[in-house]
């Protein structure tokens, strides 16, 4: 792990709130998408892939890089804008996102953009995909220090895939995978602890022979503290359960299921109205700069 | 007239008896001999699907995924990510008769070079009963682009596909039975990707019969018997099913005016299906399918199952004289 300094968080925070801007301008142009899970893992997305991920955007397809399997495949406008400010593709590209003929699916697709690791978008098989990449890095060399993140939602632990592949992960001592679930309690229908409750979920990884981790997902440096640590743990793959608040940055989206699927503009009308939710959201981040606290948890 | 590739007393005398998924199992263990990239998986059916060979030479690069096809079938897709040749395997019914929409996303539409082994297919598990009985996987496999769906005459042509398939990049499914069938060609025939061959050429014949899998040796068997009594037939063996032969479809369009296939599989979507879909478009020819009309096996003995649904003998030469 490299050092992470005071700076570098700033540096990090400032071009999460970018990619958070970027988020709203790419669901507003595309008329559709999902808008609480992109923007709530964005602060995440800008820690991997601007200071923890080996991976080199002139060269997508480097062998020895990591991997990062998102999973969640509905969550794509943070991947996207983070591959974006990362140079694997035109900032001004993103606004074809879910367009005839563009690069940016409305579920990723692997062979459409160079530095999407997989197609995905049914939940729970990116994590299998994952342990199947965390198998083959190991059998290519034991004490491969290459390694593989999966990034899961909270909703998406319903499907019994996920178990399956944790089952296997477990069973094989995968020392190489870390898995970051988005814990922000809601999915479509409405709160996880309505539609599915997921509780004990820390005592559920553990059953399956994971090394879990809890930490606040909008705090760069706990995050960061705990992938280094997954990273050390030896003999077992790591969970770490990232609690994020849905739809972060935006206060006036913040903690309401009913903008899982929602863009800005088709939400709930009960704190803006449709016609300002674009405008409201992007005058929220420009003045929000990179000041989300770490504090602002619960 | 029999084509060089088959047996050439199969019709005179008893024939040899062998298993599809012993030439599965043994054309894996010879695919990773000579391409360490080869990897197995396998979801707890080792021993029956005939990967337990492989995952005892090479137990570092065998994963036993345990009872979980869907899972295996994406773990497989990732360790393809990585340049593995990962072959999975299971009973035709849960794989991909469950793990359907993970074949779709993670292996073909995510285009990884994953080899799909298909055992226990058709009517022919027997006892087992129809919840064992796959006869809708060439139908699933065959919708999904650029899936290769390849469907053996027998042991033989089993472990010609596999090492084939290892070396072929992209996915491809390969359906094996449980029973013993007949050994219909010499272990010394090669393999011809998308090439349907001629095994059996009749005078000027006006009928053909086109089988693809193990019932091939009925179809031989049927066609010696119309001959006998007076009608002139070819018989083509379509080893891939899908790329469909075309050419070779429009070779015996312009010749015969019937065409009757052959398979141990629903007749609605499966080969016969294809067939008729492509002769349909070109130049339109009657075709008759042989194979399940519409109905879930039951428990039976392999023989009973293969006359009660009508792909035995009798009921192929009584769709040639329909």
Redesign the interface.
């Known amino acids: 792990m490299r050092l992470l300094r005071d700076t570098d968080v700033t540096r990090l925070q400032t071009t999460a709130n970018e990619i958070r801007q970027d988020i709203i301008e790419m669901l507003v142009a595309a008329g559709s998408g999902h808008t609480a899970g992109p923007l709530d893992m964005a602060d995440i997305f800008a820690l991997l892939y601007f200071h923890v991920l080996q991976h080199d955007p002139k060269n997508p397809d480097w062998?020895e890089r990591d991997?990062l399997?998102l999973s969640a495949g509905h969550i794509c406008p943070v991947l996207y804008a983070t591959l974006a400010h990362a140079g694997y593709l035109p900032k001004e590209e993103l606004l074809t996102l879910r367009q005839f003929g563009s690069r940016l699916q409305g579920h990723p697709?692997?062979?459409a953009l160079p530095g999407v690791?997989?197609?995905?978008?049914?939940l729970?098989?990116?994590l299998?995909?994952?342990?199947?990449?965390?198998?083959?890095?190991r059998?290519?060399n034991p004490y491969t220090s290459q390694m593989v993140y999966c990034v899961t939602g909270d909703g998406e632990l319903n499907e019994?895939?996920i178990w399956?592949?944790a089952?296997?992960a477990g069973?094989?001592q995968l020392h190489n995978l870390v898995t970051i679930v988005d814990r922000n309690g809601i999915q479509i229908d409405g709160f996880t602890k309505d539609v599915m409750p997921l509780e004990n979920l820390r005592a559920k990884w553990e059953a399956f022979g994971w090394h879990v981790q809890e930490v606040d997902g909008h705090n760069i440096r706990q995050v960061n503290d705990a992938i280094g640590k997954a990273q050390s743990i030896y003999a077992q793959p790591s969970v770490i359960i990232a609690h994020t608040i849905a739809a972060k940055g935006v206060d006036v989206f913040e903690r309401d299921f009913r903008w899982h699927g929602n863009p800005p503009g088709k939400g709930p009308e009960d704190r803006v109205p449709r016609s300002e939710q674009a405008a409201v959201a992007l005058e929220k981040l420009r003045t929000l700069g990179g000041t989300i606290e770490a504090s602002d948890r619960n | 007239m029999l084509h060089d590739s088959i047996t050439p007393d199969l019709l005179s005398t008893e024939p040899e008896m062998a298993h599809t998924r012993d030439g599965y199992g043994q054309g894996l263990v010879a695919a990773a001999e000579d391409d360490d990239r080869v990897?197995a998986l396998c979801a707890d059916l080792t021993g029956s699907t005939r990967t337990h060979w492989f995952a005892e030479q090479f137990p570092?690069?065998f994963?036993q995924?345990?009872v979980?096809e869907?899972?295996m079938?994406?773990?497989?897709?990732?360790?393809?990510?990585?340049?593995?040749v990962?072959f999975i395997a299971s009973y035709a019914m849960f794989s991909p008769g469950r793990s359907w929409?993970?074949i779709r996303?993670?292996i073909g539409?995510?285009?990884a070079n994953v080899k799909i082994i298909g055992a226990h297919a058709g009517v022919s598990v027997g006892p087992d009963g129809a919840t064992h009985q796959a006869i809708e996987d060439i139908a699933l496999m065959r919708v999904l682009p650029g899936m290769v769906v390849l469907a053996p005459a027998d042991k033989h042509e089993a472990n010609r596909m596999v090492r084939f398939a290892a070396q072929h990049e992209g996915p491809v499914y390969i359906r094996i039975g449980r029973e013993k069938t007949p050994v219909v060609t010499t272990a010394e025939a090669s393999f011809a990707y998308g090439k349907a061959c001629k095994v059996f050429s009749g005078e000027d014949a006006t009928t053909a019969l086109l089988s693809t899998g193990t019932l091939l040796y009925n179809t031989l068997k049927a066609a010696e018997q119309l001959v006998a009594q007076g009608l002139a037939v070819d018989v083509y063996h379509f080893g891939t099913v899908k790329p469909l032969d075309t050419e070779a479809l429009d070779t015996i369009t312009a010749q015969c005016e019937r065409i009757v296939t052959v398979e141990e599989h629903q007749v609605a979507g499966g080969f016969g299906s294809a067939v008729a879909e492509y002769v349909a478009e070109t130049n339109p020819t009657q075709v008759i399918r042989v194979g399940v009309h519409d109905q879930y096996g039951q428990s039976g003995t392999p023989e009973e199952l293969i006359t009660h649904y009508g792909m035995d003998i009798d009921s192929i030469m009584k769709a040639a004289n329909r």
């Open positions: 062998s991997r399997v697709h692997r062979t690791e997989t197609s995905s978008g049914p729970g098989s990116g299998s995909q994952a342990v199947g990449m965390a198998l083959a890095a059998m290519n019994g895939q399956e592949a089952m296997l069973k094989q | 990897v570092e690069r994963i995924v345990g979980a869907q899972n079938a994406s773990v497989a897709s990732g360790m393809a990510a990585l340049g593995k990962p929409e993970q996303t993670t539409y995510n285009e």
